[in-house]
């Protein structure tokens, strides 16, 4: 399989200069604010937006390098699979977000529930709908017990180089 | 912005060969089996998975072509920004998929609600974790009233070249 190439539609930016002691899930990050910059020519592919509550983020990693197929994340003691786990360190090191939508002003969208890095490039910005997306229901194996305390957790060094 | 290169991980293997005729959304997918077959150098991050009803899969849409940032989606008859649609004809061609996840052999998973057509190269993979990513009442603008009759939408050819 061949290697593919992505080119940034624009730039995430958050209050989060360094990894240590950012939220580690937009569940825990509910008053953090940001703002993502669209490149201009993409503009045009930014109406209708406005009315969704939520849009699904991918980005880069852009601070990550290498990966581990075994990992402790931080809400366990025990080593996981990496694909079992939302660590950063992945192969592609593509990030994945909901966040909230505030408001847009031309090519800037305002945005909150950021537990993003300040400065990745965005790749792709979907739109949140709940029939396509929503599973509240849906069991989720080691975290099943663990997701519950997530907005008390903040990140360390671990998933960063 | 830089252009960052991607390696495929995987592939996705489902019934559908063809667009014509697909849903077009894992909700209207409900009965569709597939399976991914993962290179066996990520066996290791496989592990811990098998918990998890549902896993994201994030992969290159690779029968598209170019993009068009104003489109007419399936569940409507008027213009949309891209952004604010889930058409795969998109700047960089990701899909992203929330399916439900049926049993793992070594590196192969066996999977079902798969909405996605036969061949695509998987990027990454990520466990669906309810408290991250579920907002079943989440506002879905100009999708709000339309989410409902998904299931009944097949594709035709409008986003495929």
């Known amino acids: 399989m061949e290697t593919c190439c ?3 539609i624009g730039i995430i930016h958050s209050p989060f200069s360094e990894p240590t002691g950012m939220p580690v899930q937009p569940s825990g990050a509910s008053d953090i604010v940001g703002y993502i910059d669209i490149l201009p020519q993409y503009l045009e ?3 209708d937006i406005t009315g969704f509550e939520r849009i ?20 366990d003691t025990t080593k996981r699979g990496l694909f079992a786990t939302r660590a950063p360190r992945r192969p592609n090191w593509i990030g994945f977000s ?10 800037r969208l305002f945005i909150r529930d950021v537990d993003i890095l300040d400065g ?3 790749l792709d910005m ?3 709908v709940p029939k396509f997306d929503a599973y509240p229901d849906s069991k989720a194996g080691w975290l099943e017990d663990k997701q519950q305390n997530v907005p008390e957790i903040s990140a360390d ?3 960063h180089s």
Chains 1, 2 share one sequence.
């Open 6 to 8: 992505v080119t940034p």
């Open 45 to 47: 592919g930014l109406s």
């Open 56 to 75: 699904i983020l991918l980005y880069f990693f852009h601070r990550c390098d290498g990966f581990s197929l075994q990992v402790t994340p931080y809400f």
């Open 98 to 107: 909901v966040i909230r939508l505030i408001d847009v002003k031309e090519t």
């Open 120 to 122: 990745p490039p965005l």
């Open 126 to 128: 979907k739109p949140y």
């Open 157 to 159: 060094e671990r998933f």
